[in-house]
């Protein structure tokens, strides 16, 4: 069982930046596919961007390329999202999650706000 936590979430003006962290708590010698999921108040939750486990390959929901960079430090065993030019309905927890086989993902963080004002 791998335990993830987020950090970096927070209140931002429309246009700003944010950057999201993501790390095991433990030591961990397996690499993962890394995902970034967001869900709003009321919808679905979705993927916003991912990562291979070498970092060589990320994938982009539409609502978010061009604004949203995924990228690990292998040295750090850390995953973040920056998030730049961020609109109200980037509102959402944001969540880290660690895929275990191919499309399923088993291991999630707790969570982080993002609350973008317009």
């Known amino acids: 069982q791998v335990q993830l936590v987020e950090s970096g979430g927070g209140l931002v003006q429309a246009g700003g930046s944010l950057r999201l962290s993501c790390a095991p708590s433990?030591?961990?010698?397996?690499?993962?596919?890394m995902g970034w999921f967001r869900q709003a108040p009321g919808k679905e939750r979705e993927l916003a961007a991912a990562?291979?486990?070498?970092?060589?390959?990320?994938d982009y929901a539409d609502s978010v390329k061009g604004r949203f960079t995924i990228s690990r430090d292998g040295a750090k065993n850390t995953v973040y999202l920056q998030m730049n030019m961020l609109k109200h309905e980037d509102t959402a927890v944001y969540y880290c999650?660690?895929?275990?086989?191919?499309?399923?993902?088993?291991?999630w963080g707790q969570g982080t706000q993002v609350t973008v004002s317009s």
């Open positions: 999650a660690a895929e275990t086989a191919w499309g399923s993902y088993d291991y």
């Open positions: 433990g030591r961990t010698s397996r690499t993962y596919t």
């Open positions: 990562i291979s486990r070498s970092g060589l390959s990320t």
